[in-house]
């Protein structure tokens, strides 16, 4: 099956640094890969969906610039928090898209805290 | 204005019986649904999806309807099992007249089946 892993799992930081999350396709090539917020007892929320080789497409009220997203490879794509504060501490989560099974997979999410 | 909704929160179920979960939306585009089984602190994990095309699909213990006219599909589990409890996310999706993959959200339902 797909498998998708997320890297770090949880992650503390102190306000005012940046926080890298890596998201890996780790048995298919994923051209397209989605990045979602899910704060608790709510929905996932799209933040933006990454494409290999080109600039990633963010959802509306997402802010770019805090919101940095890499898709270097057609395994791994990166979301960057730049400057976090505590209002950036939630629950982010990535998916792969597979055009084998034209599904969406998902990594086991990462914590992230802003101190 | 949530475009997938999933009315209620938690739904609570004797071990053996069947489960019902619900989902309405309101995106007339939407032409693709999915629902994933989540538990805390991990990603989502694929379950069953139904083409707009069909009002049925069928997968061992879980079914999924469709009513379109009714906007509304509803995921059945028979027989329950304690395993099964966990958040269930209804999403949809608008993939015909592009690679439109993205996915939205409903708020989930919290299923607990009792042994």
């Known amino acids: 099956g797909a498998v998708v892993s997320q890297h770090p799992s949880r992650v503390i930081c102190k306000s005012g640094t940046s926080v890298k999350i890596e998201c890996r396709s780790l048995?298919?090539?994923?051209?397209?890969m989605f990045w979602y917020r899910q704060f608790p007892k709510q929905s996932l929320m799209l933040m933006a969906t990454?494409?290999?080789?080109?600039?990633?497409?963010?959802e509306q009220g997402v802010e770019k610039d805090k919101f940095l997203i890499n898709h270097a490879s057609l395994t791994l794509s990166t979301l960057t928090v730049t400057s976090a504060h505590p209002e950036d501490s939630s629950f982010y989560i990535c998916?792969?898209?597979?055009?084998?099974?034209?599904?969406?997979?998902f990594g086991p999410g990462t914590r992230l805290t802003v101190t | 204005d949530q475009q997938v909704k999933q009315n209620s929160p938690s739904l609570s179920v004797q071990e053996g019986r069947i489960s019902i979960l619900n989902c309405d939306y309101t995106n007339s585009m939407f032409d693709y649904f999915l629902w994933y089984k989540k538990y805390p602190a991990e990603g989502p994990t694929f379950l069953i999806s139904i083409s707009s095309i069909k009002d049925k699909n069928e997968d061992g213990r879980f079914t999924v309807f469709l009513n379109k006219s009714a906007k509304h599909l509803s995921l059945h589990i028979v027989p329950s099992q304690p395993g099964d409890s966990a958040v269930y996310f209804c999403?949809?999706?608008?993939?015909?007249?592009?690679?439109?993959?993205?996915?939205?959200f409903g708020k989930g339902t919290l299923l607990t089946v009792n042994p």
């Open positions: 048995d298919f090539q994923a051209t397209t």
């Open positions: 999403a949809a999706s608008a993939r015909s007249g592009g690679s439109n993959y993205k996915l939205t």
């Open positions: 990454s494409n290999e080789g080109s600039k990633a497409t963010y």
């Open positions: 998916s792969a898209f597979d055009v084998r099974s034209y599904e969406q997979y």
